[in-house]
């Protein structure tokens, strides 16, 4: 099989079988030979495990996910990349690929039908970037039987993600994420290793999904309510962010701070998971 993060093996196929790059697609395939390597070996591919991939592109992660996992189920929506895939992972009889849009598909029943001789399901991924959040808050408030999530993402991403809660940097896609899972940065890859080169260096983020949730939030949907006034208006004080929405009545505010013991001009950015939960169960108590 040829070196598929090679240039020249790259512009072959895309001459042979007519395909141009489809921005639209986030399609930036990588060059580096040495990303795919580690990020399938720190994903989680090894020969008891099933590897969900989305947007397999050319096939260059896949086919390092193939050569150590049992089976890889990868999903992508570009048919025109169909038959390249077909050509670039012949060697394999361990991957299907499967056409279609990973925000569409049902994934856990093409994990339960893909994986079902797998000890552990692990998805490993070269996102396209125009959907890096919608698809990880899907794998992840799915509840999906997996282990880790281990995808590429745009650096600013992977630092939103991986600061800790209540820390400035962090924001609603931070503490839903580490409400799921446990985030970590796992090496940076910069922007030149890909072609064409994104506007944007990137990083490698593994996300080790908890077993069981250890925050109890009371009512999660109105931990994710709280969550989203909150940090749609992340410069506001907790008084003013919670209530100028609609989402809590001034009086509501007032009452689940207090009973939380939080300051009301404290700002959402500055409260940690425990903070955070314990909030969430007073406004929970508050608006049964
Ligand atoms: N894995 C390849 C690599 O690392 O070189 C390609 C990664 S590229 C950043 C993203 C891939 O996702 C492209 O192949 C693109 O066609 C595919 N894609 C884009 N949107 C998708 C969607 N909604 N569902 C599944 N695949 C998608």
């Given at each position: 099989m040829s070196n598929l993060s090679d240039i020249g093996t790259i512009r072959d196929i895309m001459q042979r079988h007519g395909f141009s790059f489809s921005k639209g697609l986030g399609q930036n395939f990588l060059?580096?030979?040495?990303?795919c390597p580690r990020m399938a070996e720190l994903g989680g591919?090894?020969?008891r495990s099933g590897i969900l991939e989305i947007g397999?592109?050319?096939g260059v992660l896949t086919a390092e996910l193939a050569k150590r996992a049992r089976h890889v189920a990868a999903i992508e929506?570009?048919?025109?990349?169909l038959p390249v895939l077909a050509e670039t992972l012949?060697?394999?009889?361990n991957v299907h690929v499967i056409h279609g849009d990973v925000m569409k598909l049902n994934l856990a029943t093409i994990i339960a039908e893909e994986f079902a001789d797998c000890d552990e399901i692990a998805v490993c991924a070269n996102l396209p970037y125009y959907i890096t959040s919608p698809v990880i808050m899907n794998l992840l408030e799915s509840r999906l039987p997996v282990k880790s999530v281990t995808v590429m993402v745009q650096k600013e991403a992977a630092d939103r993600i991986c600061a800790?809660?209540?820390?400035?940097?962090?924001?609603a896609l931070t503490v839903a994420v580490h409400y799921y899972a446990v985030p970590e940065t796992l090496f940076k890859v910069s922007r030149?290793?890909?072609?064409?080169?994104?506007n944007v260096d990137s990083a490698v983020i593994r996300m080790t999904v908890?077993?069981?949730?250890?925050?109890?939030?009371?009512d999660e949907k109105v931990f994710f309510s709280m969550v989203k006034a909150g940090f749609s208006q992340r410069r506001k004080t907790l008084s003013n962010s919670l209530t100028s929405g609609g989402f809590l009545t001034r009086t509501q505010a007032a009452e689940a701070l207090s009973g939380a013991d939080?300051?009301?001009?404290?700002?959402?950015?500055?409260?940690?998971m425990e903070g955070l939960a314990c909030l969430s169960r007073n406004i929970s108590g508050l608006l049964k």
């Amino acid at each position: 099989m040829s070196n598929l993060s090679d240039i020249g093996t790259i512009r072959d196929i895309m001459q042979r079988h007519g395909f141009s790059f489809s921005k639209g697609l986030g399609q930036n395939f990588l060059i580096n030979p040495t990303v795919c390597p580690r990020m399938a070996e720190l994903g989680g591919a090894n020969e008891r495990s099933g590897i969900l991939e989305i947007g397999p592109g050319i096939g260059v992660l896949t086919a390092e996910l193939a050569k150590r996992a049992r089976h890889v189920a990868a999903i992508e929506l570009d048919d025109r990349l169909l038959p390249v895939l077909a050509e670039t992972l012949a060697d394999f009889s361990n991957v299907h690929v499967i056409h279609g849009d990973v925000m569409k598909l049902n994934l856990a029943t093409i994990i339960a039908e893909e994986f079902a001789d797998c000890d552990e399901i692990a998805v490993c991924a070269n996102l396209p970037y125009y959907i890096t959040s919608p698809v990880i808050m899907n794998l992840l408030e799915s509840r999906l039987p997996v282990k880790s999530v281990t995808v590429m993402v745009q650096k600013e991403a992977a630092d939103r993600i991986c600061a800790p809660v209540g820390s400035r940097k962090s924001g609603a896609l931070t503490v839903a994420v580490h409400y799921y899972a446990v985030p970590e940065t796992l090496f940076k890859v910069s922007r030149g290793s890909f072609m064409p080169p994104p506007n944007v260096d990137s990083a490698v983020i593994r996300m080790t999904v908890r077993e069981t949730l250890l925050f109890d939030v009371g009512d999660e949907k109105v931990f994710f309510s709280m969550v989203k006034a909150g940090f749609s208006q992340r410069r506001k004080t907790l008084s003013n962010s919670l209530t100028s929405g609609g989402f809590l009545t001034r009086t509501q505010a007032a009452e689940a701070l207090s009973g939380a013991d939080i300051a009301p001009n404290t700002r959402i950015e500055a409260l940690n998971m425990e903070g955070l939960a314990c909030l969430s169960r007073n406004i929970s108590g508050l608006l049964k």
